[in-house]
């Protein structure tokens, strides 16, 4: 059984920085892509960045410059270090995997994390 797990969230002030983790079990972790996705309240989930099994990175516009994803395959585990946290930052963020090779920019994953929650104070 795959399973996901995000920690790292919490408050920050805008500008400030945090770092969320996702360890990944249950499968071979690194012939697989993964994502972060986020959730903000009354909006719908959206794409935030995504690491290939090779690691080449994509991000969506307003993250881009600001945030990072990166793996470390003998962890089994996924990371994405946010700097210069905005308000409209704040939302719950998971982590998904999918069961197929290949990246996607979209919600088409297939396991998901249980989230955790980023909330930037202006």
């Known amino acids: 059984q795959v399973q996901l797990v995000e920690s790292g969230g919490g408050l920050v002030q805008a500008g400030g920085s945090l770092r969320l983790s996702c360890v990944v079990s249950g499968r071979t972790f690194e012939s697989y892509a993964m994502g972060w996705f986020r959730q903000a309240p009354g909006k719908e989930r959206e794409f935030v960045a995504a690491i290939s099994w090779s690691g080449t990175t994509y991000y969506t516009d307003s993250v881009k410059g600001r945030f990072t994803i990166s793996r470390d395959n003998p962890k089994s585990t996924v990371y994405l270090q946010m700097s210069s946290l905005k308000p409209e930052d704040t939302a719950v963020y998971f982590c998904?995997?999918?069961?197929?090779?290949?990246?996607?920019?979209?919600?088409?994953?297939?396991?998901w994390g249980q989230g955790t929650q980023v909330t930037v104070s202006s």
């Open positions: 998904a995997t999918r069961n197929e090779l290949g990246v996607r920019l979209n919600l088409e994953y297939d396991y």
